[in-house]
């Protein structure tokens, strides 16, 4: 979808804004996503490998909700041509956010949310951000467990889907290796009863399955 016409949507009258946002919910359910090859799917749950992929990211001192709109319009900025050579940037989705904090003990929240970038844009013509605090990176092939669900992004229903996919990820011999990531899939515009979102757990296979490939999963 083009920057220009989420811009002039978000200056519509709310009846306006409400007939616009509708008729472009089949073309934002088209907008590129990173690639990954399924390994495991059961109802709303997957194990997934995701291939490398840019992505520009913003790192924020504040509570969740907070922390996500802030750095929305930070990074909204760079794809819509802050940057070094003024380039519009499709958008994508997800818009993933994930504690940035590595010690437990740490009481600041930091988070970091990200946007992925093109996958038909060179890494060597991704431009520079203009803004402070906006970094363009690689991010690893890495294997990730998942669980969908839509509607509310309340603390609560993130945390009720983190309990159930790190059982999901336990059940089927995986171990969780890194921290939570939340994605969410739709633009701020969209009502909230009508998101999808997912949680994200980089996994690995665990030791046990490791030394008994041919053991009984648990």
Not at 47 to 61: G, L
Not at 80 to 101: C, F, K
Not at 195 to 210: A, C, F, G, H, Y
């Amino acid at each position: 979808m083009k920057i220009n016409k989420i811009l002039e949507m978000f200056k519509m009258k709310p009846i306006l804004l409400t007939i616009a946002m509708l008729s472009s919910l089949p073309a934002w359910a088209e907008i590129e996503q990173p690639n990954y090859k399924v390994i495991l799917e059961k109802e709303i749950f997957a194990i997934r490998d995701y291939t490398s992929v840019m992505a520009v990211e913003t790192e924020v001192f504040s509570s969740r909700r907070e922390a996500a709109g802030d750095a929305f319009r930070r990074l909204f900025r760079y794809i819509s041509g802050e940057n070094e050579d003024d380039l519009e940037i499709s958008m994508t989705s997800p818009v993933a956010q994930t504690l940035a904090n590595q010690n437990d003990d740490d009481p600041a929240e930091r988070w970091i949310v990200r946007f992925f970038l093109p996958r038909d844009m060179a890494e060597e013509n991704i431009p520079l951000p203009s803004e402070k605090g906006v970094t363009v990176l690689r991010l690893k092939a890495q294997r990730y467990a998942s669980v969908s669900f839509r509607g509310s992004q309340s603390d609560k229903k993130i945390e009720e889907n983190t309990a159930k996919l790190k059982a999901f990820v336990a059940q089927n011999g995986y171990e969780v290796s890194g921290r939570p990531i939340y994605a969410f899939y739709d633009p701020p515009f969209i009502p909230w009863f009508l998101r999808d979102n997912e949680i994200l757990l980089p996994v690995k296979l665990n030791q046990q399955n490791i030394e008994n490939p041919g053991g009984d999963k648990p």
